[in-house]
């Protein structure tokens, strides 16, 4: 592993928090990734490259099974790449919108405590700040096994912005909540962390043209980038269409 960034191959998926001494001064960097699952033949997708920059707003788009969540999980080291490289040299959330990191047995407490410590974090200010956003009150007590996917979300996008990243991954956030909570969200992610990078993969193509700069949609194994996110848009339009 490089030093002072974080890399994730088919032979090392881990990726750790990193300090502000060991970030590099670039982003992201993703270098002919593929990932074909277990028990098929076919790839999801091959031969992806792409770079994201720190700021940058960067939007995954593609119709349904062409492996957007798949990807987003691949860059927030929660999915292993088949072949390639992903090289971040900024700090990246967790997948928002995604609760499978979560101990399911422990409560959002215990949860919160254990992500405290991982970030070397003062646990009363890492509560508050993520129970005045998440508004899960009491819920906190409960296992979060037992919480909704929409109560998972929400502590999964409280803790990423009260500890703050680089980067954010995002999937389809959105559909999070009602909709005074859903303007709660792209307030906080993209007005008020506006010198922050993210990376989107939606449907949205309202949110893409409002808040991303460049594009990449993914069809049929392959993926293509667009700088200019109106063509991007008409095209996927276009195909969803189709």
Same mark, same amino acid.
């Given at each position: 592993?490089?030093s002072?960034t ?6 090392d ?6 300090s502000a001494?060991?970030?590099g001064?670039g982003?992201l ?6 990932k074909?699952y277990?028990g ?5 997708? =091959?031969?992806?490259?792409?770079e994201? *920059?720190r700021?940058g707003?960067f939007? #995954?788009?593609?119709?349904? $099974?062409q492996g957007k !969540?798949?990807?987003?999980?691949m860059?927030?080291g929660i999915l292993?790449? =088949?072949t390639g490289?992903?090289?971040w *040299?900024?700090t990246q959330?967790?997948? #928002?919108?995604f609760?499978? $990191?979560?101990?399911? !047995?422990m409560?959002g ?6 992500l405290a410590?991982?970030?070397d974090k003062d646990f009363?200010d890492l509560?508050?700040r993520?129970?005045s956003f998440?508004?899960? $009150?009491?819920s ?5 096994k037992i919480y909704s996917?929409g ?8 803790l990423?912005?009260a ?10 956030l ?15 992610i993209?007005e ?11 449907h ?11 594009a ?6 392959t993926?293509?980038?667009f ?8 095209i996927y339009?276009w195909l969803?269409a189709a």
């Amino acid at each position: 592993m490089d030093s002072g960034t974080a890399v994730t191959d088919a032979a090392d998926v881990t990726q750790l928090p990193m300090s502000a001494a060991d970030r590099g001064s670039g982003g992201l960097r993703v270098e002919n990734l593929s990932k074909t699952y277990h028990g098929t033949n076919k790839a999801l997708f =091959t031969d992806m490259n792409f770079e994201v *920059e720190r700021g940058g707003r960067f939007a #995954i788009l593609g119709r349904n $099974g062409q492996g957007k !969540s798949t990807l987003i999980k691949m860059l927030g080291g929660i999915l292993g790449p =088949t072949t390639g490289r992903i090289k971040w *040299e900024m700090t990246q959330s967790w997948p #928002i919108g995604f609760g499978g $990191g979560f101990q399911g !047995s422990m409560s959002g407490l215990d949860n919160i405590r254990f992500l405290a410590r991982l970030y070397d974090k003062d646990f009363d200010d890492l509560l508050e700040r993520v129970d005045s956003f998440a508004e899960l $009150g009491s819920s906190l007590k409960l296992p979060v096994k037992i919480y909704s996917s929409g109560m998972r979300a929400r502590l999964a996008f409280g803790l990423s912005l009260a500890i703050e990243f680089d980067c954010y991954l995002i999937d389809e956030l959105v559909a999070v909540g009602d909709a005074r909570f859903q303007r709660k969200c792209t307030e906080e992610i993209f007005e008020k962390r506006g010198e922050r990078a993210f990376i989107m993969a939606t449907h949205s193509t309202d949110m893409v043209l409002a808040f991303c700069d460049r594009a990449m949609i993914i069809e049929s194994g392959t993926a293509k980038i667009f700088d200019d996110v109106a063509e991007a848009v008409d095209i996927y339009t276009w195909l969803r269409a189709a």
